[in-house]
């Protein structure tokens, strides 16, 4: 082919013009019962924490029932999370799908799903101190599901380097660590990532994925109900709040603490852990 560009179209702006559809109405979704999880959250007693270390990653498990918090306490800092099924890991979390039914960002009310062929909630936002944040001039907003996570191998591409504290070899030591599992055993089970407290958007005008400063100060956090049984891994980004650079060993870092919380027996009523996904699987066949 030439280089010759191909000339705009007469009707540009009418092809422009065009509304757009959503892809994925998400108004027949079963609805969380928020009322009732907060009332069982607020008789709920501490049964577990982990303090996640700067340019580290901790990994935590929640029973199905339980709820998990994700605090800021020292300094602003954002965090890489990814989620499996405590009894069998090839079902984690989907942040394509989550993106698909909730949007670029979520906040309270909105659930992370699983991957295919499992596709139901993991978990359920039941709060979010950050909600306040909305979307920015920029088209920035916080808890993204569009960052796929800070990896060696893209900083390799892009510069050479060879850096071992990024999010995706902190979440993949943390889980080898956890499951007994060798590094190269564990990295295929490292998955896209909600990225707690990340501040991001896409820029207008050539679409790129950005960050910034992120919002987040100490004390505040993100809340989960735990739809099923949850193990949990959970990074300190080690470009702390993300106002300059992901992948750094300059940038002010902070710990992260993940706390779990069982409620009272009998608080959640006729409530039942979400069945797998309904489809016959059948493809036509």
């Not at 055993?185 to 407290?197: I, K, Q, T």
């Not at 991001?200 to 050539?206: E, Y």
Request: charged letters at 20%; a negative charge.
């Amino acid at each position: 082919m030439s280089d010759t560009q191909f000339p705009i179209p007469a009707d540009a702006d009418t092809r422009r013009a065009v509304p757009p559809v959503i892809c994925y109405p998400n108004e027949t979704l079963p609805k969380p019962d928020l009322a009732l999880y907060r009332a069982a959250r607020d008789g709920a007693e501490k049964v577990a924490e982990v303090t996640v270390p700067p340019r580290e990653a901790a990994t935590f498990e929640v029973t199905a029932g339980q709820f998990f918090r994700i605090s800021s306490i020292e300094g602003p800092q954002v965090g890489d999370l990814n989620l499996w099924n405590r009894n069998d890991i090839s079902e984690r979390f989907f942040s394509g799908k989550t993106r698909a039914l909730h949007g670029t960002h979520v906040t309270t009310g909105e659930r992370l799903w699983s991957n295919l062929p499992y596709m139901r909630p993991m978990a359920t936002i039941i709060a979010d101190t950050l909600e306040w944040y909305g979307i920015d001039a920029y088209g920035g907003s916080v808890h993204d599901v569009i960052g796929t996570r800070c990896d060696p191998y893209t900083g390799n591409l892009l510069q050479g380097s060879q850096y071992h504290h990024c999010c995706h070899s902190n979440l993949t030591r943390a889980l080898a660590d956890h499951l007994g599992l060798s590094l190269a055993e564990a990295e295929p089970h490292v998955h896209d990532v909600l990225n707690v407290f990340m501040c991001t958007g896409f820029t207008r005008d050539t679409g790129q994925y950005f960050m910034k400063a992120s919002p987040v100060r100490p004390g505040d956090y993100l809340e989960f109900f735990a739809e099923i049984d949850l193990l949990g891994a959970m990074s300190a980004c080690p470009g702390g709040d993300c106002s300059a650079e992901h992948s750094s060993d300059t940038a002010a870092c902070y710990p992260m603490l993940v706390e779990v919380f069982a409620p009272k027996e009998g608080s959640l009523a006729a409530w039942q852990s979400p069945a797998l996904n309904g489809y016959d699987r059948s493809h036509g066949c």
